[in-house]
Nanobody
Framework: QVQLVESGGGLVQAGGSLRVSCAAS????????MGWFRQAPGEEREFVAA????????YYSDFVKGRFAISRDNAKYTVYLQMNSLKPEDTAVYYC????????????????WGQGTQVTVSA
């Protein structure tokens, strides 16, 4: 099993940047593909980005491609989401999730979740 704790959320103006982090417990972190999802009030949880176990492959949803960057540091058991050119519609709770071996764009495929961190982008 792996436990996940997100941090780094907050309030930022449109056009600004923010980096959220997700710290994982356990030495098996490098065996998990990691994903970031977000959920706005009244909306379903949606895929944002994912990264392969070794960090060599990354995947993004169309609405963040070119603005967000996912990365991981397996030595620190941490995955990051760098968010640039933020828009008010990026406001949501951001969750990191872990899945053994292969990434997925479906939240149903991830067994392990963090508690989420709020990101609010003001106009």
């Amino acid at each position: 099993q792996v436990q996940l704790v997100e941090s780094g959320g907050g309030l930022v103006q449109a056009g600004g940047s923010l980096r959220v982090s997700c710290a994982a417990s356990g030495r098996t972190f490098r065996a998990y593909a990691m994903g970031w999802f977000r959920q706005a009030p009244g909306e379903e949880r949606e895929f944002v980005a994912a990264i392969s176990t070794g960090g060599t492959s990354t995947y993004y949803s169309d609405f963040v491609k070119g603005r967000f960057a996912i990365s991981r540091d397996n030595a620190k058991y941490t995955v990051y989401l760098q968010m640039n050119s933020l828009k008010p519609e990026d406001t949501a709770v951001y969750y990191c999730a872990a899945r053994p071996t292969y990434y997925s764009r479906s939240s149903k495929e991830y067994a392990y979740w963090g508690q989420g961190t709020q990101v609010t982008v003001s106009a």
